[in-house]
T-cell receptor, first 115, second 112 residues
Framework: GAGVSQTPSNKVTEKGKYVELRCDPI?????LYWYRQSLGQGPEFLIY????????DSGLPNDRFFAVRPEGSVSTLKIQRTERGDSAVYLC?????????????FGPGTRLTVL | DQQVKQNSPSLSVQEGRISILNCDYT??????FLWYKKYPAEGPTFLIS?????DKNEDGRFTVFLNKSAKHLSLHIVPSQPGDSAVYFC???????????FGTGTSLTVIP
């Protein structure tokens, strides 16, 4: 389909391991957002890309979290030295342009479980 | 600190009746508000929005009301249908920022 896709859909890892979560936005969408949704909570902003650059990474909780979007399309969220508290659904969204008035289209998310 | 709050975790409504979902916010700088609908194992999908220059926005069966002085918004669904059963999130943003702040969601069940 033409929607936002995220892989893997589920990821189980052990505490201390490194994980990468991938997001394929809708073709032509220049803005890309990552959110984290913990159990019983709403999505929480992590980082926003406009093109290849991270325009706002103020939501990243600490330096174990990093995200890239090298060609302005696919993005990878990287988490080092995972902790049990990182367990959550990680959502990616894309929009046609910059600015919050552009509708964000969400992917189905990656459920990360850290044992 | 939760800047957007949905105090009702769940709501059950009979088919055909009105569903009213509520949302409160604390940040007076918020000027744009949205409602998202989420089915299990899917990402949220945009439902309806309202900017602070308006107090009401309507789209078919869905109407969002904004009371800026009370820092409160609500989503009305009428008539409610079984397919409306989902989790509903409200979200808010300030025009100076790049992010939405989401509430914790209300799970709506429409009983046939």
């Amino acid at each position: 389909g033409a929607g936002v896709s995220q892989t893997p859909s589920n990821k189980v890892t052990e505490k201390g391991k490194y994980v990468e979560l991938r997001c394929d936005p809708i073709s032509g969408h220049t803005a890309l957002y990552w959110y984290r949704q913990s159990l019983g909570q709403g999505p929480e902003f992590l980082i926003y890309f406009q093109g290849t650059g991270a325009a706002d990474d103020s939501g990243l909780p600490n330096d174990r979290f990093f995200a890239v979007r090298p060609e302005g399309s696919v993005s990878t969220l990287k988490i080092q030295r995972t902790e049990r508290g990182d367990s959550a659904v990680y959502l990616c969204a894309s929009s046609l342009g910059a600015g919050l008035y552009n509708e964000q289209f969400f992917g189905p998310g990656t459920r990360l479980t850290v044992l | 600190d939760q800047q957007v709050k949905q105090n009702s975790p769940s709501l059950s409504v009979q088919e055909g009746r009105i569903s009213i979902l509520n949302c409160d916010y604390t940040n007076s700088m918020f000027d744009y508000f949205l409602w998202y609908k989420k089915y299990p194992a899917e990402g949220p999908t945009f439902l309806i929005s309202i900017s602070s220059i308006k107090d009401k926005n309507e789209d078919g069966r869905f109407t969002v009301f904004l009371n800026k002085s009370a820092k409160h918004l609500s989503l009305h669904i009428v008539p409610s249908q079984p397919g409306d059963s989902a989790v509903y999130f409200c979200a808010a943003s300030a025009n100076t920022g790049n992010q939405f702040y989401f509430g914790t969601g209300t799970s709506l069940t429409v009983i046939p």
